[in-house]
């Protein structure tokens, strides 16, 4: 309990991440992708596609899990 307690005062004084456009998205690399999506809480897997990659970060960006 502890610990979700520090996490949620750590995240309350972390800068938001810029929002991203998709086209912007669509440029990057799949590790840039990766990047973008620790910088926004999700972590990304290479492993798949590029179009999947940038379809989980763009809904999670925009609050569709």
């Known amino acids: 309990k502890g610990d979700k307690m520090f ?7 972390k800068p938001k991440p ?10 990057m690399t799949k590790r840039e992708l990766e990047n973008v ?3 926004y ?4 897997d290479r492993r798949h596609s590029k179009d999947d990659l940038i ?7 925009n609050g569709k899990k």
């Open 41 to 44: 809480g999700i972590e990304l």
């Open 18 to 27: 810029k929002k991203v456009s998709k086209s912007r998205l669509m440029t």
């Open 7 to 13: 996490s949620f005062i750590t995240n309350l004084f």
């Open 55 to 61: 379809e989980e970060l763009w809904s999670h960006i």
């Open 37 to 39: 999506g620790r910088k």
